[in-house]
């Protein structure tokens, strides 16, 4: 069966850097885009990154565009969000998501966990 | 990028009674060539990863209970539950995958009255 196992995150403090990864287990993943979301205390959910089942492209939100950078390594079936000059405004649960196959646009079917990633002075 | 709103923010509604929530989007999420509206919906509860509800607009996924159900096509779509049940208090959020921003509407909180 599909899974997405999450594991990263934690307290951190403005400015610093932190890393997330999402392990894929059940389907082929070098054939799907995948996808980082944020939820916020008290907000609604927000992709923050996207990136193509090869790796050829990419996509970010306005609020992380510049500081964060999302990978993937098909031979360890393997995303990640490298996250860099982290602002309070970052604490969320981040979750990963796996969209559709190919270069294709689809709802996002299957979700990891969660982590939450505090960023506090 | 397409921006996404919901209608309303809240909704506390009885057991058994119907609960309707709306969703907008900022431009067409019809792809003519296919002739489908690339808008899902999700649910959400405390502690839980979101959960796909409905793709392309009106499809319910494979184990969602038949009172959902969604409706709509362009810019205005509607999720419709249709007799309300305990374990369905939740947030609800439309999502347009007609673009790469991939957003989502602010939520719907669905409570029981």
């Known amino acids: 069966q599909v899974q997405l196992v999450q594991s990263g995150g934690g307290v951190v403090q403005p400015g610093r850097s932190l890393r997330l990864s999402c392990a894929a287990s059940?389907?082929?993943?070098?054939?799907?885009?995948m996808y980082w979301v944020r939820r916020a205390p008290g907000k609604g959910l927000e992709c923050v990154a996207v990136?193509?089942?090869?790796?050829?492209?990419?996509y970010y939100s306005d609020s992380v565009k510049g500081r964060f950078t999302i990978s993937r390594d098909n031979s360890k079936n393997t995303l990640y969000l490298e996250m860099n000059s982290l602002r309070v405004e970052d604490t969320a649960v981040y979750y990963c998501?796996?969209?559709?196959?190919?270069?294709?646009?689809?709802?996002?079917?299957?979700w990891g966990q969660g982590t939450l990633v505090s960023v506090s002075s | 990028d397409i921006v996404m709103t919901q209608s309303p923010d809240s909704l506390t509604v009885s057991l058994g009674e119907r609960a309707t929530i709306n969703c907008k989007s900022s431009?067409?999420?019809?792809?003519?060539?296919?002739?489908?509206?690339?808008l899902a919906w999700y649910q959400q509860k405390p502690g839980q990863p979101p959960k796909l509800l409905i793709s392309?607009?009106?499809t319910r996924e494979s184990g969602v209970p038949d009172r959902f159900s969604g409706s709509g096509s362009g810019t205005d779509f509607t999720l419709t539950i249709s007799s309300l049940q305990a374990e369905d208090v939740a947030v609800y959020y439309c999502?347009?995958?007609?673009?790469?921003?991939?957003?989502f509407g602010p939520g719907t909180s669905v409570e029981v009255k």
């Open positions: 998501a796996r969209g559709g196959p190919e270069g294709s646009y689809r709802r996002f079917d299957y």
């Open positions: 059940g389907f082929t993943f070098s054939n799907y885009g």
């Open positions: 990136i193509w089942y090869d790796g050829s492209k990419e």
């Open positions: 431009q067409s999420v019809l792809y003519n060539s296919n002739n489908k509206n690339y």
């Open positions: 392309w607009a009106s």
């Open positions: 999502q347009q995958y007609y673009d790469e921003a991939f957003a």
